[in-house]
C-alpha cells in the first residue's frame, strides 16, 4: 500500500472540505478525501479513488430511522442529518472546517486531522501523526491509523469475545459460524461490525467504518518503534468511510451510533418471557409427540413457556435440511403441531437457513430463477460448504430471490400459524473470490458486503410478517450481520459453549453488543454445544439469562440430553425461582425495551453507564445494570455460596431484592447467594412495575428523602402502532407512603409494596 502523507485542499464542496491526497509533495494524487460535519456531534471522513468508490451503496446508515431501501442507501447520501452550517478557515499548512458544536483541523503535511468539541483546545482523537492513511493501487486494501494513549480503554465492535475492555486486543471483522467458541479468546465470531468507543482522559469517541469487507481492528496490539501509540483500521477491500462520534461519554456515544444506524425495534411483549428451542427435538423422527410431551412437561413442572423455537430439523429429509420444506413424517399436520401450542400459550417461531443444499427439491426452481449468489466467472451458482454438505446460498439483493423467500415464508410458515421466523446460519461464508450478487440490478462482488446479506434477509423476514399481519408487531432474530441489524429485531451471542468460563465472558460479551447499539439480545440458556451441564452450572446459567432481553434455552448435545428447566430435579426450585423472578420484572423490561426503541437507550448496560461519577463502577465486568433502577451480579464461580459484589455510590443505597436489606452505595458488600438466588439490587428512590399474581404492583424503594420515582409503559402488547397508542404512566411515592400514577388515558389498577423501608 502506499502511505498518502500529502494533502492538496480543493476548496469547500458545499458543507464538506474536500482535499486530493499523494503519497509526496511533488506526487500525483491517488485518491480525494471528503470531511463534513454532519450533525453537532457528527463528523465523517470519506476516502474516494479516482475510479470512484469500490461500492456505492451501504446498508448500516440510517440517522433519523431513515430506512434504507433493499437496494441500500447511496454512499453520497447525506438524508436524514441535520446538518449545521459550516466556516471554513485556511492557514499556513492546514485547514479548519467548524460546524456545530464540533471541528476538524486538517494538516496537510502529514496530512491527518485532528477532531475537536466546541471550546477545547485538547483533540478527543487525531490521526496518528506518521503515516494515517493508507491504499492500495492493485488491490482494494486501505487503513486508517489514529493516536493512542495510556490509559484509553476501547469497548463495542459487537459480538466480539474477551473483557470489557478491548485494549490491547486485534479483532478479525469477519464472520463464521464457530460452534462452540470460547467467550473469551475465539475469533472471529458472528457479526462484523467496525465501531468502537474510545473512553479516556479527554472523554469519549466513537468511530465507525462503513465497510462490509473482510479488516481487521487493532486497538493497542501492535507496538511499532517507528510510530508512537496508534491503534489501526485495515480493509482488504471497500472505501474508507467513516463516521466520528464526538461523545464526550460512553453513553452519549453508544446512544448516538444507535440513532446512527437506525435505531432498535420494538419487540412484542410476548417475545420478553421464557423461550425453548433444541436442535434435538426436531431432529427426532417423533418429533411431534416431543413438543405434546413438552407442552404437557412444561404444565406438570408448572414452567411458563411463551413461546418455542423450532430447530431447523422441521424441514429435513434424512439427515440433512431443506429450508421450506416440511418433513411430513415428523409433523403431519404442521398447522395442527402450531394451533397445539399456541393453545398451550406458547408462540410459534421457525428457523430459517439462507443455504439451498446441492440436493434441495426445489434447487432447479431455485437455478431457473437465478436467485443464488454467483460465480461472476462461469455465471454458475458459487458454490459454498455448509453443514449437512454443500450448497448455494440465496441472494438477497436480487428482487426475484427476495420475492421467492418471502413466498416461501408466507406459504411454508405463516400459513401454517407460525408466528415469527428465526434467520440463523446466515454467515454467507462463500469463499470464492469470483462470487458476484445481483446488487438490484447493479452486480457487485459478494466480499464487498457479505454481511449485507444477513442483514437483507432479516430486513425481509420482518417486512414479510409485518405484511402478513399489519396490526402486529413483527418478532424476528437474526445470528449474522452488521450495524442496523438492530432495527428489525433480536440477535444473540450464537452457539456457545457449556462452561463456567461461558458466564463471565459472555456477560461482558453482552455488554459490549448492547454498548454497540444491539439491544435486544441475550445468550443461549445452559450452553449450546459441549457436555451437559451439571445442576450447579445449570442453576447458574438459568439465573445469568434470566435479566437479559432475551431467555431462550437453546441447546445441541452429542449425548442427546436436551437442556430443559428441568433436566435436573434437584435444582427445579431453584431454577423456577430464577424463572419466576424474569417473569415479575416482565412490566419493568417491558418498559426498558421501549425505552430502547424510542430513545437509543440499552436496557443490559456496564455500571459505569449510570454511574460515571464512581471510579469503581468503571472496573466491574462481573455485574450489569438491568435498566437504571436494577444491578445484577450473577454468581459466576464454581462452588460459590456467597457473591462479592461492588455497590456503585448512590444516596440513600441499594436494597437486596430477596430480603429487603438495604446496603448503602459505594462499598463492596458480601451477600447470600445459594443456588436459586441470584443476587439483585434494587436502587434507591426507584418505584419499579412488576407482575405479582397476574396484577400489576409497584415495588417501591424509598430514596433517602424518603421520595421515589418510575415509570411504566402501556399498550396492548403487540401493536404495530406502539408509536401513536402507548401511553408513558409516571410513578410518584408521595408523602403520604402512597403512589401515585399520571398520565394519558385510562390508568392502571396498581397495587403498592414498599421493600427496603424508608
Known sequence: MKALTHGRFRGLDGHAARFDLAAGPDAPALASLRVAILEADIGRVTLERPEGARLDRGWAIAPNRVEPPFEGRPRASEEGFAIPPATLAET???????????????????????????????PFLRDRPTQAYYLSRRTGALAHSMERHEGERHYGLGDKAGPLDRTGRRFAIDAVDPCGYDAELSDPLYKMLPFFIVDGARGAHGVFYDNLALASVDLGCTLDNYHDLFRSYRAEDGDLDYYVLAGPTVPDVSRRFSWLTGGQAFPPRWTLGFAMTTMTIADAPDADRRITAFIEDCRRHGIRCDSFHFGSGYTSIGHRRYVFNWNRDKFPDPAGTMARLKAAGMVPVTNIKPCLLDDHPRLDEARAKGILVRDGETGAPAVAQFWDGLGFHVDFTNPAGRAWWADGIRTALLDYGVTAVWSDNNEFEIWDEDA??????????????????????????????????????PYTITRAGGAGIARYGQTWSGDNETAWKTLRFNLTQGLNMSLSGLHNIGHDVGGFHGPSPGPELFCRFVEFCALWPRMVMNSWKASGIVNTPWMHPEVLPQVKAAMDLRHALVPYLYTQMWRAAAADVPVVRPLFWDFPADPAARDVEDAFMFGPDVLVAPVLEEGATTRHVT????????VDW?????????????????????PVFLRAGAILPIDETGGLTALVVPGHDGTATGSLYLDDGDTARWRETGRLITLTLGADGTVTAAGEGDLPALSTRIRGGA
Open 658 to 678: 430477596h430480603d429487603g436489606t438495604r446496603h448503602p452505595g459505594g462499598r463492596t458488600v458480601e451477600v447470600p447467594a445459594p443456588l436459586g438466588r441470584l
Open 436 to 473: 458476484e450478487v445481483e446488487g438490484d440490478g447493479r452486480p457487485y462482488r459478494q466480499a464487498l458486503a457479505r454481511p449485507a446479506q444477513a442483514l437483507l434477509m432479516h430486513k425481509l423476514a420482518y417486512e414479510t410478517q409485518a405484511a402478513h399481519d399489519p396490526d402486529r408487531r
Open 647 to 654: 455497590l456503585p455510590a448512590h444516596p440513600g443505597g441499594w
Open 92 to 122: 499556513d499548512g492546514s485547514v479548519t472546517l467548524a460546524a456545530g458544536g464540533l471541528r476538524a483541523e486538517i494538516r496537510l503535511a502529514p496530512f491527518g486531522i485532528a477532531w475537536y468539541r466546541d471550546g477545547e483546545t485538547v
